[in-house]
């Protein structure tokens, strides 16, 4: 038995790097020299501050993508996954394709000609235009076989109103946008997106900013001011997160639309990630890529929950407005607060901040080398 532990020692010694091939000789102390504690103190605030700031990220966790646990690890799974691809892939997509097609010559044909030919009758083109809306956003829904479940009461035209929703992709929209047609605030995008953004949504109302631009905050808070006043337009739609997060999360909300003195009718996104994950990182994968993917997945599953309407109470201010909402929609949906901007996802550290740090890490070098 003393053998046998003996040479399994020796095993585990064999396994243990060599330090000697690494580390200079003079860094590697002598056996009989006792361990300064000093040595380890030297290092253990960097050493605290970088091991927080991995384990306890919970800024970057809010825009990963968590991936699921593979379930087709052995031989009697891994031919019925190699199925579904084939079913997903050569089956269900080209169907998915036909179907959307199908929903965008049929939009075409008849947005094309409502929009030109009823120009004197507004207020018939704005119905037709609305209900045309709703209905290929339907067609992007069936083309990822979406199942979709509302609950409350469907939003309707009035004054003096904003909704408010936790923001996971921009099928949130889509989602939203085919039980009533909103006219939301928006990131201007390039390619075919913004293309549709400049042409068929603008005819729903909605408003596209630039988040790089001062001049664009500025205006965009008039138009939203402007919109909310007319009883005819439909109903605005603001994801005040700014940024897609990964729907286990919900960032700071921005205070614009909480400051617009109307009421705030909140509306909670959760999708079920048992076929596909619909978060969409704009940073790794484009809109087209993030389609496709859900249209190769089985289903999209989501709820939708349409929340009791929300006013100012006396004496709170714009910022606890919005956190009270927010509070409402991450209790709804399951999702965890945290007290980040989103905004910080577009942007890079401070210099300032980062050369701070550097100061600081070379001052205790220095320290140190001094003190030998």
Known sequence: MASQMNS?????????PNLEEYLPT?????????????????ISPAL????????????????????????????YLFPLWCCGVVVRYGILFPI?????????????????????LLRGHERWRRKMERYLVELICSFFVASWTGVVKYHGPRPCIRPQQV???NHTSMIDFIVLEQMTAFAVIMQKHPGWVGLLQSTILESVGCIWFNRSEAKDREILARKLREHIQEADNNPLLIFPEGTCVNNHYTVMFKKGAFELGC?????????NKIFVDA????KKQSFTKHLLRLMTSWAVVCDVWYLEPQTLRPGET???????????????AGLRKVPWDGYLKHSRPSPKHTEQKQRIFAESVLRRLEEK
Not at 35 to 42: A, S
Not at 103 to 111: E, N, P, V
Not at 279 to 282: D, G, I, L, Q
Not at 318 to 332: G, L, M, Q, T, Y
Request: with cysteine.
């Open 8 to 16: 399994s020692s020796s095993e585990m010694d064999l396994d243990r």
């Open 279 to 282: 978060f969409w990182n704009s």
């Open 318 to 332: 714009s910022i606890e407005f919005a956190e009270r909402v927010r509070d409402i929609i991450s209790v709804r």
């Open 163 to 165: 909704f408010v929703a």
């Open 48 to 75: 605290t501050e970088a091991a927080g700031a991995i384990v306890d990220d919970s800024f970057t966790r809010c825009f990963k993508s968590i991936p699921p646990e593979p379930w087709n690890w052995n031989i």
């Open 26 to 42: 003079e860094s590697i102390q002598k056996p009989h020299e006792k361990f300064r504690l000093c040595d380890l103190l030297d």
């Open 96 to 116: 998915r394709v036909l179907v959307l097609t199908i929903g965008w010559i049929i939009f075409l044909s008849a947005f094309i000609p409502v929009h030109f």
């Open 263 to 271: 009421t705030v009718c909140p509306i909670a996104i959760k999708y």
